[in-house]
């Protein structure tokens, strides 16, 4: 069976005042969602979610794009009431416009019985066009998504994929002799470093191309060459006649 590791990096929160908090993430190579429902509010009128009643679930590339286009439909379509659900390891998300005018986005998760919503904010806008909000929240939701799908941000995260596998077969040499994290590279993931380390190219700051760096080659050319034909006359004079004996 294929070692895997538990790998998460955070991306961002959203909150709903009176429904959820929402935590995105990576979680491996999928888009992890976290729904914590709304608690109370503190003396000072701010909210408390309860974490410790956390709904959680993954999508893959396939349903993180369902969720971006539904959002860009509605977005668009400011007047348009639709969803779309997406089943996902034992639970259904869901995004969807419940009222047009004025407009309501919930995004949604159920799970083992339980159903969490978080509504997204937006803000009113008057003027001539007919939109009459900004769908400030559902916007910022569909960017992120967006930001998953496109691989933004995602660098640091298949970095520590690479740690934490490397961790992970460290553990399991000091358990049965295997290999050591010495072995394994840690720089899978690490963008190119074009002025240092392996300066086989570098940047042209005429054209902006990258060039092969040939600096030393007719140097080293050259000085093979003559240690080739240095070689070379070393070996025939190495062969003397005057040296050999004929017999009678």
Not at 21 to 29: K, Q
Not at 55 to 71: I, K, Q
Not at 83 to 112: D, H, M, W, Y
Not at 184 to 190: E, I, V
């Amino acid at each position: 069976m294929a070692e895997r590791t538990q790998t998460n990096t955070q991306i961002r929160n959203f909150y709903s005042d009176g429904y959820a908090y929402l935590n995105t993430r990576f979680y491996n190579t999928n888009l992890s969602f976290s729904f914590s429902p709304f608690l109370n509010k503190d003396a000072n009128g701010r909210p408390n979610y309860d974490t410790s009643k956390s709904v959680s679930t993954t999508v893959n590339f396939e349903g993180a794009f369902a969720l971006y286009d539904m959002a860009q439909k509605l977005i668009a379509n400011p007047s348009m009431t639709a969803s779309v659900q997406v089943p996902c390891n034992g639970a259904t998300l869901t995004l969807e416009r419940r009222n047009a005018n004025p407009s309501e986005v919930f995004f949604s998760i159920n799970k083992n019985n339980e159903n969490i919503q978080f509504k997204f904010a937006s803000y009113p806008v008057n003027n001539a066009s007919g939109f009459n909000v900004v769908e400030s929240g559902l916007g910022a939701f569909m960017k992120t998504v967006e930001g998953y799908l496109t691989g933004i941000n995602a660098d640091r995260h298949l970095d520590k994929l690479t740690e934490d596998y490397a961790k992970l077969k460290e553990g399991q040499s000091g358990q049965q002799g295997g290999p050591q994290r010495g072995n394994f590279p840690q720089n899978n993931y690490q963008r190119n470093n074009w002025n240092g380390g392996n300066n086989n190219y570098r940047k042209n700051n005429n054209g902006g191309n990258f060039q092969r760096r040939n600096n030393n080659w007719n140097n080293n050319n050259n000085q093979n060459r003559n240690n080739a034909q240095q070689s070379w006359e070393t070996k025939q004079n190495t062969q003397n006649i005057s040296t050999y004996q004929i017999q009678d």
